[in-house]
């Protein structure tokens, strides 16, 4: 589950998406438009650690955009590439927010929603010391069977006009950055539904080499 604090951050997240996302290879129309948050939704860390939390936003043409993070309590060797900025926590300290695309705990993440049918995490936020559940704003649901993914190589990430393939060994993972919502596909999937998108988008998708 993932506990969220109460707590002001500088700069807030979207203020650091703002700032990053037009120089991504797939962030062009958001280019001189402020950001809107759509939606959201996180993933579990088993060891607890790191937070993993993907954000839709709107750009000022109207087009989503789908944007992963990752929060660390301190940097994170050999990703130094994936860092999209620091923000100060009014309760966790300085966190190192990463393009999660790069970061491993994120990929394993997001392979076991696609192949195993993990479901995202449980969201609760801290109110006088007691953690009190609330409703994600974004649901959603991989195609995978229940099971287990077993361990992953390091990601290799690239990125196009609208999507950021991740290869870890023989998985590709295919991340939508700028999303379709008629788009479909086959195999597995990621989608997701939101207030105002009762119909399922199609989020990423995941493939094996043979």
Do not use: N
């Not at 950001?35 to 060891?47: K, T």
């Not at 649901?141 to 950021?164: I, R």
């Not at 999303?179 to 998708?205: I, K, N, R, S, Y």
Request: glycine content about 12%; some cysteine; proline content about 7%.
């Amino acid at each position: 589950m993932a506990i969220i604090h109460r707590a002001d951050l500088r700069p807030t997240k979207l203020e650091l998406v703002g700032g990053w996302v037009p120089t991504r290879p797939w962030g062009g129309a958001a280019a001189g438009a402020g950001l809107q948050q759509v939606a959201a939704y996180r993933f579990d860390d088993p060891e607890g650690e790191v937070g993993v939390e993907t954000f839709v936003v709107r750009a000022g043409d109207g087009s989503l955009r789908q944007v992963p993070l990752t929060y660390r309590g301190a940097p994170a060797p050999g990703q130094e590439a994936y860092l999209v900025g620091t923000m100060e926590h009014s309760v966790l300290g300085r966190r190192w927010v990463y393009d999660a695309c790069g970061d491993p705990v994120y990929v394993a993440a997001l392979a076991g929603a696609l192949l195993a049918g993990s479901p995202q995490a449980e969201e609760f936020v801290e109110v006088d010391g007691t953690p009190e559940r609330r409703e994600p704003s974004a649901r959603v649901t991989g195609s995978g069977s229940a099971g287990e993914v077993g361990p992953l190589e390091s990601p290799v990430v690239t990125d196009s006009a609208d999507a950021t393939t991740v290869c870890a060994g023989d998985l590709e993972l295919v991340v939508r950055r700028v999303l379709d919502l008629t788009a479909t596909a086959t195999g597995a999937m990621l989608t997701g539904t939101w207030a105002g998108q009762p119909e399922p988008v199609l989020l990423a998708t995941a493939r094996c080499a043979q």
